[in-house]
């Protein structure tokens, strides 16, 4: 379990010969296979009563927002600084987090509300709300292209089938 900052720089040392994070690297010596463009929700807990389709940001200002680190994870934390900002939302409590866990368990503790990814949801106990947000989030398999590691030879032509079979159009 590393941070997005971390196994980027340990794939970049060849530390790490693959590595699953939401940033891309532009780099031409490494290759990106995107995975999935993972849906992101608002999450709120069920005694945000008032909280619907037409959220009230004045109670989202007042209550404990749960946030991604911008080092740990800076592609989820843009996109939930864009939510914030294209909402006019300025929440006056908020908790950083540094991993995915840490943020899980505040959500299931927690009268909070945050963004989190789809998968996430899964994760969540009790009685909460989940909205379908019109953003998302990438995940990608970096790799080094002039790697030696043979289990890459066979991980990644499965990867890149992956890459077809999620991110094909609908019909």
């Not at 532009?26 to 849906?39: A, F, G, H, Q, V």
């Not at 989190?116 to 990608?140: H, M, Q």
């Not at 066979?154 to 999620?166: A, C, F, G, Q, T």
């Amino acid at each position: 379990s590393m941070s997005c900052g971390d196994q980027i720089q340990a794939l970049k040392n060849s530390k790490l010969d693959l590595s699953f994070t939401r940033f891309k690297l532009e780099d031409p010596e490494y290759e990106n296979i995107l995975i999935k463009d993972e849906s992101l929700y608002l999450f709120y807990r069920e005694n945000y009563k008032d909280l619907d389709d037409s959220i009230k940001i004045e109670n989202l200002e007042k209550s404990q927002f749960i946030a991604f680190s911008a080092y740990e994870a800076p592609v989820l934390s843009e996109k939930a600084q864009f939510f914030l900002k294209s909402k006019k939302i300025h929440p006056q409590n908020k908790i950083i987090c540094t991993n995915i866990m840490q943020h899980i368990n505040f959500l299931n503790t927690l009268n909070c509300w945050s963004i989190i990814p789809e998968y996430a949801i899964s994760f969540l106990k009790g009685k909460f709300n989940v909205k379908k947000l019109d953003l998302t989030a990438p995940l990608y398999a970096n790799y080094r292209k002039r790697s030696n590691n043979s289990s890459l030879d066979i991980i990644l032509p499965l990867l890149k089938k992956l890459n077809k079979i999620e991110n094909r159009p609908c019909i």
